[in-house]
């Protein structure tokens, strides 16, 4: 049973998001590379259809691993083709597939 606090909202006013958590695994000599391909695609991403917001983060050599939050699973369903081909220019650098994980949130600030 979660403790009530002041970050806790009850299901029915929750606000409810949609996320995809990506992890990738490159050559650890191509991150400028990499940083420079995110830059490129930057205004793809933010024309994604209810992109909320998105961080890619370093977590170890030569693996990244990107959150990008939507409004909705709709809208994020509708984004999964593009997002498809951002990751498709990654795999010059990936050195094993991506792994992605995706949900709705339980949490959110």
Same mark, same amino acid.
């Given at each position: 049973m979660l403790a009530l606090n002041k970050?806790?909202?009850?299901?029915?006013r929750r606000i409810t998001m949609y996320c995809r958590v990506t992890h990738i695994? !490159? %050559?650890a000599s191509k991150e400028? *590379?990499?940083a420079e391909l995110l830059e490129s695609?930057? %205004?793809t991403m933010m024309a994604l259809p209810g992109i909320q917001s998105l961080c890619t983060i370093v977590t170890g050599e030569g693996e990244i691993t990107s !959150?990008?939050?939507y409004d909705t699973k709709e809208n994020f369903d509708?984004?999964?083709p *593009?997002?498809?081909k951002i990751l498709a220019a990654f795999a010059a650098f990936a050195t094993a #597939? #991506?792994?992605?994980k995706e949900g709705s949130t339980l949490f959110y600030m």
């Open positions: 970050y806790y909202m009850p299901t029915s695994q !490159f %050559d400028n *590379e990499i695609k930057r %205004d !959150f990008a939050v509708a984004a999964t *593009e997002v498809g #597939p #991506p792994v992605g």
